[in-house]
Nanobody, 116 residues
């Protein structure tokens, strides 16, 4: 069983920065790609960033150059550094891992609000 717990969200002004954190429980953290999704009201859930076990990162076009995903396998942590935040980045941000065979895990999410 895997549990994911996010933290670090909040209210920030446009142009500001936040760092989200996600801590995982259970074994095998270092074997799987970790993902950050977001969901804004009335919109579909969107994959924001993904990071493979060997450190290959992929980003949604809307966040390239502004967001950076990283991980610490020893601490079972994955981070999302968000810079130059825009109002359209406002959403609930969720940590995710898909271990295959239907084993997909989600955190409860952390709210990010970008507003002046």
């Amino acid at each position: 069983q895997v549990q994911l717990v996010e933290s670090g969200g909040g209210l920030v002004q446009p142009g500001g920065s936040l760092r989200l954190s996600c801590v995982a429980s259970g074994s095998g953290f270092g074997l799987y790609t970790m993902n950050w999704y977001r969901q804004a009201p009335g919109k579909e859930r969107e994959l924001v960033a993904a990071l493979t076990p060997i450190g290959v990162a992929n980003y949604a076009d809307s966040v390239k150059g502004r967001f950076a995903i990283s991980r610490d396998n020893d601490k079972k942590m994955v981070y999302l550094r968000m810079d130059s935040l825009k109002p359209e980045d406002t959403a609930v941000y969720l940590c995710n891992v898909n271990r295959g065979r239907g084993y997909v895990y989600w955190g409860q999410g952390t709210q990010v609000t970008v507003s002046s």
